[in-house]
């Protein structure tokens, strides 16, 4: 590996050239630009190669050239104010090692990226903790392999941060009953084999049950054998059915014997020397009308300070969590593993216990509860004039649901709501209009995609999705909890105290050429430019509103953006046009939350529970592993609410079905049913007698002889014709005829790769996953 380019290094170079050349000043080739950033993944940001090349005044104006051109030839890509090569790992990643190479060094691969880059791990763990094998999930930080050549030869090394638990040795599947009397296990994954099971292995199962088996040592004939240790239910249930997500994710639900022995032991907190007394303020919390725990409540009051007229006092008080779960407990790590609660349509897996979630951490009303509080004053523009941190022991005065609170200020209050109505919700609505003053000042991403909830039935099957309404109610507890969430990382910034933030990068460029190559289709432009604002999104989005292409313009312009993560360096927050933002308001199901929560007693001190120097040494670990958690969260949500409608249509098969084109790819068309959020695949080969070329700019697929096909968010007409339950799957049909397509690229060569022959006489693919 060549040597690393330091400051002192590229200082010493520029002096002799200087000593050559006189006044001309040395400037570092791309090559040694692209190299430096490589080797120095931590310090890639603009005035890291800055002073790294010792350049100054004009030659940054020229080194800033020089990164943009490299960016725009797509051999650099923006992350987090760093640079990085293009289709780079990240500086931390988890990864699956997947084998040895002839050297014994362990292989592995981005576990996003399963074909991706081989990373090579070295095993230099100082004597700590237990060496990864393969097979082994890590998290780890990767460093790139200078002249990597060969694909098949590792392009990454990588040093292990943590090694993940290991999944068990037992597996899931749904448990048949033979015509021959003999019993099976179907498995849930297509990598696992069927299993048989004696009649003494049943342990109680019914045909149809979803079970959990442990493999029996294979024999060296015929099929392996297993035993059922426990029935988890019918899979017509819905519990059945997100068990599924949770194994093939390996969350965490089921807690160790210390970890509920401790949550049981733990007592309530009490008023001691840090902690005010708030109990006489009238907190209310604001919820959905199902929720089990409360974490926040707020209240407002017009500011008497008549240097601030019209301005706004608004509290948000927050569930104490750090006052129960203390760092390095067998709680802390168990918090830490999940990462964050899981939420399935009749299930959740807590972050913590019911002991402390749904009990000690919870504001129910009328009880004394341990909280950590902001209060922070608004100006009538909206804008926050200051706030100050308080560690307090409240009382809430009223338990609301959003459309309660709601209905009560549009004039229909019920017994509860109506003697709170003038002193504490009207306050809350007269605060909430100053604060979006400030919103629309700021001008945040105001994308409008709706979400769906599905509701069940008693027996856990699927009634029906809805699209709940959303309330100002809604936005007004958002619109808070941002607020309180800025404030804290405004606290902590300015004492100087490390944190984890929630950060959110713009979209690369590369996303947002592809997005100004899609808004030509349609008549429409975006400027060019590499520091966008979200407002120039919101132009865009303000132009489609109410048109045929409102839905798809919304679509697209979300699919340009980055993913929000957790990271200890902080780049701003372009989704809320936010330059620092940190997670504070939800300590009880997310981990995030409990670390600025600790930050903020550490460094007010505010006594004990405060962030420790072995947790501040591993901040980069805990944000890498409370990202990977979060979309693993995710996923296992959205495959279930997949399943579940799946079953839920199983009965269904040759029905017709209104639906939206939700993706296009060379390979065909995915769509969604809006009545259920449902996603299913309708493969090229069965859209006519016609060859269908892929435009990416447009997102559509169109036909060569025709010029007409299909583009995304299209209204179309389909026919379900093959369904997978277990995998979530369906297979569509198109009904609706081809539409004329005038934006498309009709001019293509029919060179191998770039023509899809689609003929309904050809044989039909089985049915595909989602997207």
């Known amino acids: 590996m060549a040597r690393k380019i330091s400051g002192r290094n590229a200082g010493t170079r520029r002096a002799a050239s200087d000593e050559v050349r006189g006044k001309d000043v040395y400037r570092p080739s791309r090559d040694e630009i692209l190299r430096y950033i490589a080797e120095n993944p931590d310090r890639s940001g603009k005035r890291d190669i800055a002073k790294a090349f010792a350049l100054k005044n004009d030659d940054r104006i020229w080194l800033k050239h020089l990164l943009r051109e490299l960016q725009d030839e797509g051999l650099l890509e923006k992350s987090r104010k760093r640079l990085t090569r293009a289709g780079a790992l990240p500086h931390v990643a988890v990864l699956d090692i997947f084998g040895r190479d002839a050297e014994g060094t362990l292989l592995a691969r981005a576990s996003e990226q399963p074909d991706g880059q081989i990373v090579a791990i070295k095993l230099s763990r100082g004597g700590n903790g237990p060496t990864p094998g393969v097979g082994d999930r890590v998290l780890a930080k990767t460093f790139p392999i200078e002249d990597h050549i060969d694909d098949n030869e590792p392009a990454y090394t990588a040093r292990v941060m943590k090694i993940f638990e290991k999944r068990s040795d037992t597996a899931l599947g749904i448990f048949r009953i033979l015509k021959d009397g003999t019993f099976r296990i179907e498995p849930v994954e297509r990598r696992?084999?069927?299993?048989?099971?004696?009649?003494?292995?049943?342990?109680?199962?019914?045909?149809?049950?979803?079970?959990?088996?442990?493999?029996?040592?294979?024999?060296?004939?015929g099929l392996p054998r297993a035993k059922v240790v426990s029935v988890l239910g019918s899979l017509t249930n819905e519990k059945a059915v997100s068990m599924i997500a949770i194994h093939a994710h390996d969350i965490p639900h089921i807690f160790p014997a210390d970890v509920i022995s401790e949550s049981e032991a733990v007592k309530p907190a009490t008023l001691d020397g840090k902690r005010e007394d708030w109990r006489e303020l009238p907190l209310v919390t604001i919820d959905p009308a199902d929720a089990k725990d409360h974490d926040d409540a707020v209240y407002a009051e017009p500011d008497t300070d008549e240097k601030n007229p019209g301005g706004f006092i608004v509290t948000v008080a927050i569930a104490d969590v750090a006052a129960y779960v203390r760092p390095g407990t067998a709680l802390d790590n168990e918090a830490l593993k999940r990462g964050n609660s899981v939420y399935f349509p009749d299930r959740v897996v807590p972050m913590l216990p019911e002991r402390i979630s749904n009990d000690l951490c919870s504001l129910r009303e009328g009880v004394d509860r341990p909280a950590l509080a902001v209060r922070m004053t608004f100006s009538a523009e909206g804008r926050k004039v200051r706030h100050a941190f308080h560690r307090i022991m409240m009382r809430s005065s009223a338990r609301l649901a959003y459309p309660q609170a709601q209905a009560a200020i549009d004039g229909v209050p019920d017994a509860k709501t109506g003697p709170i109505l003038e002193s504490i919700l009207k306050p809350l609505w007269a605060a909430y209009d100053v604060l979006k003053r400030g919103r629309d000042s700021r001008q945040p991403l105001e994308l409008d995609l709706p979400e769906r909830k599905i509701l069940l039935k008693p027996d856990g099957t699927v009634d029906r999705v809805i699209v709940p309404d959303r309330l100002d109610a809604h936005k007004l507890i958002e619109e808070f909890m941002i607020q309180a969430n800025v404030a804290a990382a405004e606290t902590l910034e300015n004492k100087k105290q490390k944190l984890v933030y929630r950060i959110h990068d713009g979209p690369s460029l590369a996303k947002q050429e592809s997005l100004r190559e899609f808004l030509q289709t349609i008549g429409l432009s975006l400027a060019r430019g590499a520091a966008m604002r979200p407002s120039q999104f919101n132009g865009i989005l303000e132009q489609v509103r109410g048109g045929d292409n409102e839905h798809l313009v919304n679509e697209v312009v979300l699919r340009s953006q980055s993913q929000a993560e957790y990271n200890p360096d902080n780049i701003g927050h372009f989704g809320l046009n936010l330059r620092r933002y940190a997670h504070f308001t939800s300590p009880i199901r997310r981990y995030a939350d409990l670390i600025v929560h600790r930050a903020l007693i550490g460094s007010l001190g505010l006594g004990a529970g405060g962030l420790t120097p072995a947790e501040e040494a591993r901040l980069e670990e805990i944000a890498g592993l409370i990202s990977q958690t979060e979309r693993r969260a995710m996923a296992a949500e959205r495959e279930t609410i997949d399943r579940l409608v799946a079953g839920f249509l199983a009965e269904r098969v040759d029905e017709a079905f209104d639906a939206r084109i939700s993706g296009v790819v060379k390979a065909g068309l995915f769509?969604?049913?809006?009545?259920?959020?449902?996603?299913?695949?309708?493969?090229?080969?069965?859209?006519?007698?016609?060859?269908?070329?892929?435009?990416?700019?447009?997102?559509?697929?169109?036909?060569?002889?025709?010029?007409?096909?299909?583009?995304?968010?299209?209204?179309?007409?389909?026919k379900l014709v093959e369904i997978a339950p277990l995998a979530g799957a369906m297979r569509f049909e198109m009904l609706t005829e081809p539409k004329p397509l005038p934006g498309s690229k009709r001019s293509f060569h029919k060179t191998k790769g770039q023509r899809t022959r689609a003929r309904a006489s050809q044989p039909r693919r089985g049915p595909r996953g989602r997207r």
């Not at 259920?676 to 069965?686: E, K, L, N, Q, T």
């Open 192 to 221: 696992q084999p069927e299993l048989v099971i004696e009649k003494d292995h049943q342990n109680g199962a019914k045909d149809g049950d979803l079970v959990e088996v442990v493999p029996e040592r294979a024999s060296r004939y």
């Open 671 to 718: 769509v969604q049913l809006p009545q259920y959020g449902a996603d299913g695949f309708i493969p090229v080969s069965s859209l006519g007698d016609d060859y269908y070329h892929f435009d990416e700019a447009a997102r559509a697929l169109f036909g060569e002889r025709t010029g007409k096909g299909y583009q995304l968010a299209d209204r179309v007409e389909v």
